[in-house]
């Protein structure tokens, strides 16, 4: 007589090829995610500042240059005019419309019309600021040295001829990072530097 075979039920399942993940090693990876993030992070941060002072500093040459732009084509003296704003550094652009260059008097009496209201730096740079780090040489390796130098009057005249006042401004992120612009009287020509903290020496 033949038996037939014998079904057995509730038999358990093989080692299934799908399995879930464990509270363990999700924690093992959030950790590995963590280190790399925080490996990576201070650089990122370091190369963000950086730009944007430098593009602060080259924001700040472009006003400089299209003041003297705007004096030799109108024949009018231009100023870049430096406030102080509660302890920050403001800029705006002012023309001499009186023929006898641009003066603060003229400016307060109106006679000298401004394009607006000073602007803080930091409003269109954030973190950005006029001055120097601490321990930061000056441009031309002085120690103590003033981030922002354009005489008594503080503002960089341009004339029709393209002659200006000279001086410099120095502008530092949130780091250590540094740029500057310098102008020179003779020709009006102006410069962006930057500051090489390996080296201890501005370069453009």
Known sequence: MVT?????????????????????????VLGMVSCLLGIGLPPMRHSVDAKRTQDAAAFLAGQFRLARQRAVMSGQHVAVVFDDMDGEVGWRVCRDLDRDGVSRADITAGTDRCDGPSRRL?????????????GVPGL??????????????????????????SGSIVVRGGGLTQGAVRVSGVTGRTRVLRFEAGQRTWVE
């Open 122 to 134: 930091s409003n269109q740079f954030a973190q950005v600021r006029v001055g120097y780090a601490p």
């Open 140 to 165: 031309d390796g002085e120690p103590n040295a003033t981030p922002l130098r354009f005489g008594v009057s503080q503002m960089a005249v341009f004339s029709p001829a393209g002659t200006s006042s």
């Open 4 to 28: 037939a075979p014998t079904v057995r039920t509730g038999q358990k399942a093989g080692p299934s090829s799908e399995r879930g993940t464990s509270l363990v090693e999700v924690l093992i």
